[in-house]
Nanobody
Framework: QVRLEESGGGSVQAGGSLRLSCAAS????????MGWYRQAPGKQRELVAV???????NYADSVKGRFTLSRDYAKNTAWLQMNSLRPEDTAVYYC???????????????WGQGTQVTVSS
């Protein structure tokens, strides 16, 4: 069974840093795009950093210059380095991945369980 395991969330003061990781496992013949979304209390889930089909990374305007998405294709793992954190970055962060389970299967979207990031002022 496909699983996205997230780690690295926690509490930090404004200006601090955190690094989130997401590892895909379990019947993953191929892992395509991997990225991150977040959802703050009372708000809709929003894109944080996701690769585009053209090979670039699409960052939310609010995190540009502060967050960096990286990937280890051999390990099916992605990281989100978050620097200069702000209270408004407080949210549950969700890993997203496009995965196919066999050579003939289509890529499907999968989500992690989410990891809490809390930034205090």
């Amino acid at each position: 069974q496909v699983r996205l395991e997230e780690s690295g969330g926690g509490s930090v003061q404004a200006g601090g840093s955190l690094r989130l990781s997401c590892a895909a496992s379990g019947g993953t013949f191929g892992v395509g795009a991997m990225g991150w979304y977040r959802q703050a209390p009372g708000k809709q889930r929003e894109l944080v950093a996701v690769p585009t089909s053209g090979g670039r990374i699409n960052y939310a305007d609010s995190v540009k210059g502060r967050f960096t998405l990286s990937r280890d294709y051999a390990k099916n793992t992605a990281w989100l380095q978050m620097n200069s954190l702000r209270p408004e970055d407080t949210a549950v962060y969700y890993c997203y991945a496009e995965i196919r389970r066999s050579p003939s299967a289509s890529y499907l979207s999968y989500w992690g369980q989410g990891t809490q990031v809390t930034v205090s002022s």
